[in-house]
């Protein structure tokens, strides 16, 4: 069992200075201002403020429109991953050291699974059975609750939907919401800011699709498993559209 998430390679320290479009951050870094790719396609609204500190790589390469790409952002209080190029190799990790409960025992037979209209993050098996499990990264946290998602996601409720016809025809199905900072108690769908999305997960959740939000620390370099985080899929009255 590894018990770090490490982020290999060299890495830098830049300060926010503006987001010019959905994936590309502007960091004022030593080298004078950078353009880094940002591959979360989140809002980020209360990550992306001016003058917060940045932790980015440096890419070089023919032909490319960014210098570097963001790895995280200090929320003020703590670190938070947000490079979902990431989220399939941390999710592989968990499984395969055993940290989540619902899936030990497990096994990855393929990546990017295509299934009806979309590409499922991995296709499992175990004894015989077969499993389909999606994950998501979660980077929205307000008052110990851990949001997803930050910003209307058509993309992902299909996904959630593909789950459920998936459950009828006999495979085991899970969705994995990895909440890359560590300062989560507990973890609900974000219904204020998308209801549709929260609509699909509760019925996932009533269909017998597993929900896991698990939590890890982030201290600029490593991840470390922190805990599983209880899941409330019922709005809460401050996040109700009722």
Known sequence: MHEKYVISGPL???SFLSRPNRFTALLKTEEGTLRCHL?????????LVPGRDVIFRKIEGPGRKTEGEVIGIWSGRTWVLVNSSMHSDIARWLIESNYIDELKGWSIEKAEWKY???RIDFLLSKEGEKGLLEVKGCTLVKEGVA?????????GRRHVLELIRAIKENFEAFILFLVTRG???????????DPEFSRALTLAQKSGIKVI??????DGRALVPKRELEVFLTPQPEYSDA
């Open 12 to 14: 830098f320290v830049g």
């Open 183 to 193: 300062d989560a108690e507990k973890f609900s769908p974000n219904w204020e800011t």
């Open 39 to 47: 591959r979360d396609p989140g809002r980020l609204t209360e990550l």
């Open 147 to 155: 949001l997803f998602p930050d910003a209307p996601t058509e993309r």
């Open 116 to 118: 009806g209209r979309s």
């Open 213 to 218: 939000a698990y939590c890890l620390d982030f």
